[in-house]
């Protein structure tokens, strides 16, 4: 596997349903991200990691639980979701990012996505 | 806070003609990056061109380049040439000069017709 990978591509669940969704990347990165993209909005960021440590909480709410176990890994633990969550969620990483105070500007590297339809 | 602004939800251009995608952008700071992304029909978010403000010169990749007006707070994406690969969505993007945080615009959906 090279690049950003994410599992599972697709997921359709129930609003009282548990899942998670995983990203990994294999470029030796520091920095992961969270990103929903919605239909005709922009993309939102929703977590960042960095060294494992999360540095940013854009406002999520507590039904996503993100888990961050070392720097090449990321989760996002899904549970009682509504109708609204349904989006295509991405995953990202970059090196010496997510503002640990090193060096920024730096490209992130985007997974192909988990499209989530919640029922 | 800062914002992207991406005026045309949608361009089309004929294959090996040029095309120009707009983006202004808001911000108080005085050092940071830009950026165009594309997504084509994968979902794969590919980089296609980054700027650094404090660099005059602007930047180019073969086919793509940016014309970057600092003071007009303009990022525009040309595209010379295209190619009937070249269709996707395009997502102009700001990173401040301190974290790497990403705004991204609303995205220009771009169809090369043959």
């Known amino acids: 596997e090279t690049g950003v990978t994410q599992t599972p591509r697709h997921l359709v669940m129930g609003m009282t349903n548990k899942k998670s969704l995983k990203c990994e990347q294999h470029l030796g990165h520091n920095a992961m991200y969270w990103y929903k993209q919605s239909a005709k909005k922009p993309l939102e960021l929703m977590f960042v990691y960095n060294f494992k440590e999360q540095t940013e909480n854009n406002s999520v709410p507590s039904r996503f639980s993100p888990e961050c176990p070392n720097s090449s890994h990321l989760f996002l633990h899904l549970h009682t979701l509504q109708p609204e969550d349904s989006a295509l969620y991405l995953c990202?990483?970059?090196?010496?990012?997510?503002?640990?105070?090193?060096?920024?500007?730096?490209?992130?590297?985007f997974g192909p996505g988990t499209r989530l339809t919640v029922l | 806070a800062q914002t992207v602004t991406q005026s045309q939800p949608e361009m089309s251009v004929q294959e090996a003609e040029t095309v120009t995608l707009s983006c202004t952008y808001d911000?108080?700071?005085?050092?940071?990056?830009l950026f165009w992304y594309k997504q084509p029909p994968s979902r794969q978010m590919i980089l296609v061109i980054r700027q650094e403000a404090y660099k005059q010169q602007n930047a180019t990749e073969n086919r793509f380049s940016v014309n970057f007006q600092k003071a007009a707070k303009s990022f525009s994406l040309k595209i010379s040439d295209s190619q009937l690969g070249d269709t996707a969505m395009y997502f102009c993007a700001f990173m401040g000069p301190s974290g790497s945080r990403l705004t991204f615009g609303e995205g220009t959906q771009l169809t090369v017709n043959p």
């Open positions: 990202a990483s970059s090196q010496d990012g997510g503002g640990g105070g090193g060096v920024t500007g730096n490209e992130q590297f």
């Open positions: 911000t108080s700071e005085s050092n940071y990056y």
